[in-house]
């Protein structure tokens, strides 16, 4: 199974788009404790979205779109509630 994942930063209130095909709890746990060169200054970080699919290609474009400026608006409307409660910056 190939995940795309979206991320929240406590510390600066971004985003972070990421995806894997490993064990989605590993691949946070590596988030978290500072493993992932990208994510490491921005810790704590909590997944607030996450989708599965079979094939690696799809996986990859559907990351590719959501890190775009369509796939970010895609998100405001998908996580309206989530946004509403936690800031988010773009």
């Known amino acids: 199974m190939y995940y795309v994942y ?3 930063s406590d510390k600066d209130g971004k985003l ?6 490993d064990d989605l709890r590993k691949r946070m746990r590596k988030h978290n404790n500072g493993f992932v060169r ?4 921005r810790r704590p970080l909590r997944l607030i979205y ?11 474009q559907r ?3 959501l890190k775009g400026g369509q796939g970010k608006e895609v998100l405001k409307v998908q996580l309206k509630k989530y946004f ?5 910056k773009t």
Not at 16 to 21: D, E, H, I, K
Not at 38 to 41: D, E, I, L, N, S
Request: net charge neutral; aromatic share 24%.
């Open 6 to 8: 979206i991320l929240h």
């Open 16 to 21: 972070y788009t990421g995806f894997t095909s």
């Open 38 to 41: 990208a994510t490491a200054h």
């Open 50 to 60: 996450y989708e599965g699919y079979l094939y690696e290609a799809d996986a990859k």
């Open 63 to 65: 990351e590719k779109f």
């Open 84 to 88: 509403k409660n936690y800031k988010w």
